[in-house]
């Protein structure tokens, strides 16, 4: 029995680990960047006054579903962001087996674990637009009211929203001092080392930004008990334009997620798959 769990063990990781898988993992990780440009765009027509448009991930695969041969494109980003998620989860179950610091290791295999939950949910919001459905909404909302109705639940919800911040300030940080450098076999060009390092920076604080904003929303529905105000991307944008000097503020912040969208594509050739 222990022989057989072994053994289907060992044949999941080496699929996980196969050459398909990391080439779709870049795949995934090059679609995650023109994610991030699509919604830098769509942030930038909101700030500009285009309130109708949706500006998150579900906008941007929306957008994407329209242009020619979008759909076919679309699916083609599911493979790539479903690659992702083996290549986390392979990481996350085995790796860093390098890693002699056990704090360390652990936190990366988190770390790991969190961002196959990420591209899982970016996959399945994905494939539901390539299909047709349109990718949905309110989710969140639906989720926060459930929770918000629990006893305790604006204290569950508060901590979720501040966690959420921290997370946020987190990716700040880590952008501020390169913290994704380590992950990565640079090109030895100097030039191009620049090019990676300040897109990754300027792109990491813009999306540490934007996740601390959306914390920032989570907290005051739960303080107001009120769970409409605790949505995504798109309302958290939204809520920014929407204050004095928002509309250059979130001008600002687009260009930071299309920073981070080209580093993405740099992180797609130099990560360490």
Request: proline share 2%; charged share 15%; aromatic share 8%.
């Amino acid at each position: 029995m222990t022989s057989a769990a072994e053994s289907t063990s060992r044949s999941a990781r080496q699929a996980a680990n196969s050459r398909a898988v990391k080439i779709g993992a870049r795949l995934g990780i090059g679609a995650y960047g023109v994610t991030h440009i699509l919604i830098a765009v769509l942030a930038l027509q909101v700030a500009f006054g285009n309130r109708g448009e949706r500006a998150d991930q579900t906008g941007a695969f929306q957008d994407l579903a329209q242009q020619p041969f979008g759909r076919v494109l679309l699916w083609v980003v599911v493979i790539g962001f479903v690659a992702v998620v083996l290549w986390r989860l392979e990481q996350a179950i085995w790796g860093f087996t390098y890693e002699s610091d056990r704090t360390k290791k652990l936190r990366n295999r988190v770390t790991s674990a969190g961002n196959a939950v990420v591209f899982a949910v970016l996959a399945a919001l994905a494939a539901m637009t390539a299909a047709g459905s349109g990718g949905g909404g309110g989710g969140g909302q639906g989720a926060t009211a459930g929770v918000l109705g629990l006893p305790g639940g604006q204290l569950i919800v508060g901590a979720v929203g501040i966690g959420i911040v921290v997370v946020g300030a987190v990716k700040i940080v880590e952008g501020g001092q390169k913290k994704f450098l380590e992950d990565m076999s640079l090109p030895a060009s100097t030039a191009q080392r620049a090019t990676v390092e300040r897109t990754g920076q300027v792109g990491s604080v813009a999306k540490g930004i934007t996740i601390a904003l959306i914390g920032v929303l989570v907290v005051i529905a739960a303080v107001r008990f009120r769970p409409e105000e605790a949505s995504g991307l798109d309302v958290a944008l939204k809520t920014l334009a929407a204050q004095p000097f928002g509309p250059y503020l979130l001008a600002v912040i687009a260009i930071g997620l299309a920073a981070y969208g080209v580093f993405c594509f740099f992180d797609a050739r130099y990560h360490r798959v």
